[in-house]
């Protein structure tokens, strides 16, 4: 017996105000509240179907075969939900630099949660794709939904999801990815956030801090004051790359490419454009810009980098399910 399959779209996003630490391990419940934005030209498309032939779940990523022992344990959640035994084929597209910082995972179980959901043949609410989604990578529960997001980070199963700050909005943004690495991280999110959480000194500083940030950021985003919000934001990823060097041992994720770049936008700052930037756990750097000036930005970031290198993305979507093509 073989399921419907189904297809779904998920977008990934890039935190302004950060998660960077884990309350429960096992569940994935934040330490911190965080608040991102989805954007239109990265993203993953999944399909997935039960099929009672199968011995184990069988996974492909951009038409390889991959060791589906981790995606596994999510699909043993999406069973148990579901009153499921039976295993299932997956087929990931990924349109996002795999796990170049450029949160490949955020999009991955987003898209996976409701392609495997709607194969086991449940309709979840967006509140409980969430919560899903939120198992397979935390970031991925705030991809669920398009535009400005928050993940409330509640304080077990039930209360941890993402809420739609502002689904479709109308703010002529624009977000420059600057692709340094395409590699895999040297550091995963997971062992990163992880060590600060254990060996930061400064580690209860940060949960403060996000939080005065977090109420700060919702506010000038509110009033579409791309100042503040660039402002805010940058400062909250110095200071979650600040607990890094600041763990035992330290770690950064910094090259001297990104250094580079954060360099360029500062000093196209000093001249007068509006740009800030963000880092997230890998050297690439996002910068957030208004879409009127990033023509200029692209032309400065040109001198120095590839074209290839360099990636414009809006404000994108939730997830949907799409068509197979
Ligand atoms: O969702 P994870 O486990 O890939 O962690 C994401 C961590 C950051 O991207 C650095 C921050 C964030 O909030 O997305």
């Known amino acids: 017996m073989i399921s419907k399959a189904f297809t779904a779209r998920a977008h990934t996003n890039i935190a302004l105000i950060k998660y960077w630490g884990k309350k ?3 569940l994935i419940i934040p330490m911190n509240n965080s608040l991102s934005l989805t954007l239109d030209h990265f993203y993953t498309d999944t399909t997935v179907y039960f099929d009672s032939s199968l011995k184990h779940d069988v996974f492909y990523l951009n038409d390889e075969e991959q060791d589906a022992s981790k995606i596994s344990r999510f699909m043993d959640l999406v069973r148990a939900q579901a009153e499921l035994k039976t295993f299932a084929h997956i087929e990931s597209v990924n349109h996002v630099p795999t796990t170049a910082g450029l949160a490949s995972s955020a999009s991955a179980y987003a898209a996976l949660a409701l392609a495997a959901s709607k194969a086991a043949g449940m309709q979840l609410a967006r509140q409980d794709l969430s919560r899903l ?4 990578s935390g970031s991925a529960s705030r991809s669920v939904y398009g535009g400005f997001v928050e993940w409330k980070r509640g304080n077990d199963d039930l209360s941890s999801f993402a809420v739609p700050i502002e689904e479709n909005t ?5 977000m420059i990815a600057v692709v340094i690495d395409k590699n895999r991280k040297k550091i995963s999110s997971r062992v990163g956030m992880q060590r600060v959480v254990e060996t930061s000194p400064f580690y209860p500083a940060w949960i403060k801090s996000s939080e005065h940030d977090l109420a700060t950021i919702k506010k000038a985003i509110k009033e579409r004051n ?4 660039g402002a805010i934001a940058e400062e909250n990823a110095m200071k979650m790359h600040a607990l890094n060097m600041s763990a035992s041992p330290h770690f950064s994720y910094f090259e001297p490419a990104t250094i580079e770049v954060l360099h360029l936008v500062e000093l196209l700052r000093s001249e007068g454009i509006c740009c800030y930037y963000t880092l997230d756990a890998g050297p690439n750097v996002k910068i957030l810009c208004s879409a009127e000036d990033s023509e200029q930005i692209l032309k400065r970031l040109a001198v120095k980098f590839d ?5 414009v993305a809006h404000p994108g979507p939730g997830v949907e399910l799409i068509s197979k093509k």
């Open 170 to 174: 109308d703010w002529n943004i624009c």
């Open 307 to 311: 074209k290839k290198q360099l990636l």
């Open 24 to 26: 429960d391990q096992q």
């Open 226 to 229: 791309l100042k503040k919000v």
């Open 133 to 136: 989604a939120r198992r397979g």
